[in-house]
């Protein structure tokens, strides 16, 4: 794949903002998480916690000394030999890659790995883990799918007391309510950072494609959510004053790509071929929380798991509820000024696909063009998409509907 | 001479080996698969035989060590070609049968009339220009009938087209519907007719001396004569399940497999084999029994048949592949090895302005790292590791593959390469027909009824010689 | 009015061919008649209709509370056997469903939109409620989610935790109980219009412990040589009645009192299982097997293994809609706390260390020559991470591992000269060893 670095019209000057990006891209394209390893240098009682997508309780690792790092796989650098040996062919790619980094060794900087309740591959691959890393923790965190607060919201009260215990009696310190209530101010205001970013890009897109918002939005994966604030705040600033010329594109929500991630060029071939991403549930578990946690809160381990009760994201793995299916993808549309859908599922990645149909469904009933195509995290070929996108981004351009 | 045959009945080609009641292997032989499972046999048993044969004859020859015997031994790789001749004009015979037996069925008209005459004409000079095919000093790239009669026809087809108004897409056609009969006949193989006749025909050829000619004809003579009895048989393979084999003489390939390759390499504790529709990943112990073995799954993707694809589509024989690919200044990562998306993949790399060579290296890297992935799943590589099955043919599967080893497992791992590693899979049936022999329980194969010899073969003119 | 014939007249599976058979077969086939002769009348007989799943499924309430179940796993797989899956799943697919999920999910949604015909060839009656027990699958979630679009009915939900190391903490029991006593019992209630009686729920739990007893006793009988049972696909007809309507009743216990009784008379007989070709003879090879069975293909697939003398002698399958055999009996003392620990419990909702050691476990007490793993492609409950499973039992066991892949009910997946080439090279590869052991 030919690199270019620029690819929505904005000039290649070395300014700030340039900068930053590729300092978040050198991160993000670091298998051996160079980042993290800088922070454990820096931070010598300090542990390490890898998780899995979508969601966990990062303030809370934060909390008690911990680094909670994203794993989001291989990405399409790596070879996978043995990741291969121990899945079926029907089986997503994720799992693979983060398996084959394990037993590299690129992983070795972290303390410890949790598989958040997604999806039972990922449900699967943390009994693996086990199994493969007996000496490493490692640890199952089951996400409650029972939404009432003294239902699941309790269960989910015990289950992060008994993950802060156990890292405690790893090395990690003791369960603090104010360290906690502090690192909830820090997510909260990495949270508006990204908000206000969020609304750079559907306000000028051109000025701030989605695939830089995701390349700095990576970073964060792999830093405190201060730091990952305070970079966010400066590249905001700094964003503003780079030149930018619009580009007449349409306007989508991508759907799907919670987990395993698509390639980068991938994200770029979409934006090529005429869509501007005004949403997305990329890295989701950054903005999994959609509003403020309640940092000042008495107990604020009981708000950090109110949080996820009251305020999720309607996404595939969490069950709707009482909730109408598809309202909230709608719902998202319509804020963002979104033109239409474009559904991008891992393939064999059973939420988002068991969830599409209904979702489609939604937006037929509303009138909402999609279009929808499956990825792989290394994922090589984009000329089918290229064409799909193109194809549905004209032809939204042209009828507002596709034909 | 009591023997016992291994078949191993693969996707493209039908190998048999050959084991004498100590073990030793003193027969190999292959033909191409085809429609009839049971000819393809029955053929590949008859080649190992012929082997066996000359095997016999070498022995015979190599005992004495006077001026006329050495003579003769160096003549033994144009008796071969002279024996293999004589074949090929049995086969045209009943070739140029089938085709007329097939124009019969044309109703008259002047274009029968044309094609009959032109193919007279072109069957005639196939058998004039045969001898030279086989005795002229050239190389066949393929000993099976198909491929040399398929080439000489389509050349005669288009010298003969090109003077009268004969369609060539209706000779060829005669010719692809008459080979289908042609290959599922078993010829006749008498040596004690065949044996002498190459011995004359290469006499003349070569200009022997009339002493080397008596010693040639009398180790001939020995070596038809020696009675080789079949003892038992066991057949694998890829058509395994239609086998023409009674079911106690059915082993499973991954068995065979492992078995011949141990045999082969006494050392090996790790065989993959990369065939043309699978992949195996097999362990054995000290003994050559398997342990653990995995094959790909449903999906073909990384077997040999993804490089097929990818020769077809550029155009290219599959042999040309590796060491095209060897060219390559860099390695082009390509992450899939989907066999139906192998032309889409290629053309849009090609597209990319991508070096043929570069792509050309990254897939056969895909492949091999597929096929790394059903080792690691069947339990890894441990040392002896022997690599088998057409694809190891391929110079550039090779590299890799020892790099990837030495990546993986480190450099301790020896990698056995064998050039006869096609055979591994009828070897090791014929090391268990021998053990079911040894038990007294062998089987047999069943008889396949074999065409009679046309008519004696015109055996040369004075414009030969 | 129904028009339908009686259901009795149909037998739902006809699978094995008529030679001697089982009484207790012909029992359960009455039962499942009986069934769906309810199920046909059920609306113009007033009864309410609760669709669930089997893994976690809360049969013992559902019968306290006089509502009738209706189990869309056991129509897809009845789907299967009947050859009607493949058209379903295209139906479903055509509909929009990709084609790399679950099939019973497709199957069940196909069935749907051809019209609800269930196994028997009557329309199944359409649902009052879907008690969505999320037990030890994910697809669970997704696919009640996908019914409520199609029924509008309302959905009760059960977080059934998962126990990723083989413990069941307070806190995942009293999650359970809570949500069994604050919203599970309380729709269940308000949809039967009556209150539950704590004592006829006892009642039921009594008689379910009566059953788990004696199918814990069939499994076990496998322990002797020959098997007299077959504990996969001969299991998967002996857990019809407990996985489904029938735990909790009556009926299931004289099933389970009848097929135990058989098994021990094979045993004094030295009497192997009942295969689709008659009696099995020589047993060969003892397996233990991991996964779900292929239904589009069951008698096939089936004989494969009779044919070459390999019977099962456990299978992780079986264990599904509750684990019974290492100590779990549903107890009438605590009602909701049993019903808690029995959904807690389920094979798929055990972690892959605890599975691997309920193998071991397996292929040692039934001194198995050989586990083998049926891998489905449609569920990935099952399916990830069985080959480190097979690499951790070939290690701790020495025990030689096969590996076979195909489908639920989707026959695309299912390949018979595939499998058969495996299997075969597997008891070869038995074959081998064994002569190496012995020489």
Redesign the interface.
């Known amino acids: 794949m030919t690199e270019t670095t620029n690819q929505t019209g904005a000039l290649p000057l070395p300014d700030r903002a340039s900068q930053i990006l590729a300092q978040a891209r050198t991160m993000m394209d670091d298998l051996h998480l160079g980042p993290v390893q800088r922070w454990k240098a820096a931070n010598p009682d300090g542990l390490a916690i890898g998780y899995m997508p979508v969601y966990v309780p990062r303030p809370l690792f934060e909390a008690i000394g911990c680094l909670p790092v994203t794993i989001f796989g291989g990405g399409d650098q790596v070879d996978i030999i043995r990741g291969d040996?121990?899945?079926?062919s029907?089986?997503c790619h994720i799992?693979r890659s983060a398996i084959e980094l394990g037993l590299n060794g690129h992983l070795n900087c972290l303390d410890g790995m949790v598989f958040p309740?997604l999806?039972?591959?990922i449900?699967?691959?943390?009994?693996?883990w086990?199994?493969?890393f007996p000496d490493r923790w490692s640890?199952?965190l089951?996400l409650?799918?029972?939404f009432?607060l003294?239902?699941?919201g309790?269960?989910y009260g015990?289950?992060l007391k008994?993950i802060a215990r156990e890292l405690h009696e790893r090395g990690a310190k003791a369960y603090d309510p104010e360290a906690l209530r502090q690192a909830m101010r820090n997510e909260n205001r990495r949270r508006l950072a990204i908000n206000v970013l969020d609304d750079l890009r559907r306000s000028e897109p051109w000025r701030l494609p989605a695939s830089d918002l995701y390349v700095l939005l990576r970073a964060g994966g792999l830093m405190p959510a201060l730091d990952h604030a305070e970079l966010l705040e400066e590249f905001a600033d700094a964003v503003r004053s780079r030149p930018a010329r619009p580009f007449d594109n349409v306007r989508v929500v991508l759907v799907g790509a919670f987990c395993e991630q698509p390639p980068l060029d991938l994200i770029r071939t979409l934006e090529k071929s005429g869509c501007d991403i005004v949403d997305d549930d990329l890295q989701l578990g950054l903005r999994y929380i959609e509003s403020a946690m309640d940092a000042e809160a008495a107990d604020p381990l009981e708000a950090l798991a109110n949080a996820f009760i009251q305020f999720g994201a309607a996404t595939?793995?969490r069950?709707?509820?009482t909730a109408e299916?598809g309202a909230a993808l709608l719902e998202k549309v319509k804020a963002t000024k979104a033109d239409g859908v474009v559904f991008a599922?891992a393939?064999?990645?059973?939420?988002a696909?068991?969830?599409?149909?209904?979702l489609?469904?939604a937006l037929d009933r509303a009138s909402v063009p999609f279009t929808s195509f499956?990825f792989s995290e290394n994922t090589g070929q984009f000329q089918v998409i290229r064409e799909q996108a193109g194809a549905f981004s004209d032809s939204v351009k042209l009828w507002g509907t596709v034909q | 001479m009591k023997c016992v045959v291994g078949i191993d009945l693969g996707s493209t080609t039908t190998k048999a080996v050959m084991l004498d009641e100590s073990g030793q292997i003193v027969g190999k032989g292959i033909t191409n698969s085809r429609s009839n499972y049971a000819v393809a046999s029955a053929i590949a048993r008859d080649e190992a035989l012929t082997n066996a044969r000359f095997s016999l004859l070498d022995r015979a020859l190599g005992r004495s060590t006077h001026a006329d015997a050495v003579q003769a031994r160096a003549l033994e790789n144009d008796l071969l070609s002279a024996f293999r001749l004589e074949l090929y004009l049995d086969e045209l015979v009943y070739l140029e049968e089938r085709v007329m037996a097939l124009l019969q069925i044309w109703s008259p008209s002047p274009l029968r009339d044309a094609v009959t005459a032109a193919t007279t004409d072109l069957l005639a000079d196939m058998q004039h220009t045969a001898p030279d095919l086989f005795l002229g000093g050239v190389e066949r790239k393929s000993d099976f009938f198909r491929d040399i009669a398929g080439q000489a026809f389509v050349q005669g087809a288009e010298r003969v087209c090109a003077k009268s108004d004969v369609p060539f897409e209706r000779l060829v056609g005669l010719f692809d519907r008459a080979i289908l009969d042609v290959e599922t006949r078993v010829q006749a193989r008498d040596f004690g007719v065949l044996l002498p006749t190459a011995v004359a025909r290469v006499a003349v050829a070569r200009k022997v001396s009339a002493g080397v000619r008596a010693v040639l004809d009398q180790a001939a003579r020995d070596a038809a004569a020696e009675p080789v009895e079949e003892v038992a048989l066991a057949g694998t393979g890829y058509g395994?399940?239609t086998l023409p084999f009674p079911k106690e003489a059915?082993?499973?390939?991954?068995?065979c497999h492992g078995r011949g390759a141990h045999r082969v390499f006494p050392g090996t504790r790790s065989v993959l084999d990369i065939g043309g529709q699978d992949t195996k990943a097999i362990q054995v112990?000290q003994?050559g029994?398997?342990?653990?073995?995995?094959?790909n799954?449903?999906c073909a993707a990384g077997c040999g048949r993804y490089l097929g694809y990818i020769a077809d589509e550029l155009n290219l024989g599959l042999h040309e592949l590796g060491p095209l690919a060897l060219k390559a200044t860099r390695m082009i990562r390509v992450n899939s090895t989907c066999t139906v998306f192998a032309g889409a993949e290629l053309r849009e790399r090609l597209a990319l302005g991508q070096a043929r060579e570069d792509i050309l290296a990254g897939l056969h890297r895909a492949i091999l790292l597929r096929a790394m992935s059903l080792l690691a799943?069947s339990?890894g590589i441990e040392n002896e590791f022997t690599f088998t099955g057409g694809v190891c043919k391929n110079p550039m599967a090779t590299k890799l593959l020892k790099e990837l080893v030495v990546d993986n497992y480190g450099e301790h791992i020896q990698l056995n390469i064998h050039p006869d590693s096609i055979y591994m899979g009828a070897l090791g049936a014929a090391m268990f027909a021998l053990d079911d022999y040894n038990a007294g329980h062998p089987s047999l194969m069943p008889t396949v009824q074999t065409g009679a010899r046309s008519q004696p073969a015109p055996l040369f003119d004075a414009s030969c010689a | 009015m129904s028009t339908a014939l009686p259901v009795r007249n149909r037998p739902p599976v006809s699978l094995r061919p008529a030679t001697a058979k089982d009484s207790s077969q012909d029992r359960q086939k009455q039962m499942i008649a009986d069934h769906y002769e309810k199920l046909a009348h059920a609306k113009e007989n007033g009864q309410k209709v609760v669709y669930t799943f089997v893994p976690g499924n809360l049969t013992e309430l559902l019968q306290a509370l006089d509502l009738l179940p209706v189990l869309p796993e056991i129509n897809a797989l009845q789907s299967g056997m009947r050859q009607k899956s493949a058209g379903y799943i295209a139906e479903a697919e055509k509909?929009?469903?990709?084609e790399?999920?679950?099939t019973y999910?497709k199957c069940d949604i196909g069935m749907l939109k051809s019209g609800n015909f269930g196994p028997t060839g009557t329309k199944l009656p359409e649902p009052d409620l879907l008690l969505?027990s999320?037990t030890g699958?994910?697809?669970f979630?997704?696919?009640f989610?996908?019914l409520?679009?199609e029924y509008k009915c309302p959905v009760v939900?059960?977080?059934v935790?998962?126990q990723?190391d083989g413990k069941i903490s307070p806190?995942?029991r009293?999650?359970v109980v809570?949500?069994l006593r604050?919203?599970v019992i309380p729709a269940l209630e308000k949809l039967s219009g009556k209150k539950l009686d704590m004592d006829k729920l006892k009642e039921h739990l009594d008689l379910s412990r009566q059953a788990e007893d004696d199918l814990v006793k069939v499994w076990e009988s496998a322990k002797h040589k020959p098997s007299p049972i077959d504990g996969y696909f001969g299991g998967v007809y002996y857990i019809g009645p407990i996985f489904t309507s029938f735990r909790g009743s009556q009926d299931a216990v004289e099933y389970y009192r009848e097929l135990r009784a058989e098994c021990e008379a094979r045993i004094l007989r030295n009497e192997g299982p009942q295969t689709p070709d008659g009696l099995m003879g020589e047993q060969r090879y003892r397996l233990v097997v991991e996964g779900p069975p292929n239904w589009t293909s069951f008698p096939d697939f089936w004989r494969m293994f009779a044919k070459e003398g390999a019977v099962v002698v456990a299978s992780t399958y079986t264990r599904v809609g509750g684990l019974y055999d290492t100590g779990f009996r549903h107890d009438s003392s605590q009602p909701l706390e049993t019903m808690a620990d029995y959904c807690l419990g389920c094979y798929t909702n055990l972690?892959?260390?605890t599975?691997?050691d309920l193998l071991e476990r397996y292929i040692r007490e039934y001194e198995a020559d050989g586990f083998l793993i049926n891998?489905v492609?449609s569920c990935?409950?099952f399916?990830?991470?069985?080959?480190?499973m097979l690499?951790?039992l070939?290690q701790r066991t020495g025990v030689?591992?096969g590996?076979i892949?195909s489908d639920l009910v989707d026959p695309r997946?299912f390949?018979k000269?595939?499998i058969?080439?495996?299997l075969?090279?597997y008891f070869?590869?038995i074959d081998?060893?064994r002569?190496?052991v012995s020489a």
């Not at chain 2, 059915?250 to 068995?255: C, F, K």
């Not at chain 3, 509909?95 to 990709?98: F, L």
Request: net charge neutral; glycine share 6%.
């Open positions: 040996s121990y899945f079926q029907y089986i799992p309740s999806c039972d591959v449900r699967n691959l943390g009994g693996m086990k199994m493969l640890s199952y089951d409650p799918q029972n009432a003294h239902l699941g309790k269960f015990q289950e008994r595939a793995s069950y709707i509820g299916k599922a393939s064999f990645c059973d939420p696909l068991l969830d599409q149909p209904m489609e469904a499956k | 395994r399940q059915v082993r499973s390939e991954i068995l112990d003994n029994v398997v342990t653990s073995f995995q094959m799954d449903r799943r339990g | 509909a929009g469903h990709s790399d999920v679950c999910v969505l999320y699958c994910f697809t979630l997704k696919w989610e996908l409520r679009e939900m059960l977080h935790p998962y990723p806190e995942m009293e999650y809570n949500q604050d919203e972690g892959l260390p599975r691997v891998s492609k990935n409950s399916s990830a991470g069985q080959l480190l690499r951790q070939e030689p591992g590996f892949e997946y390949s000269a595939n058969e080439n495996r075969q090279s070869q590869m081998a060893r002569l190496r």
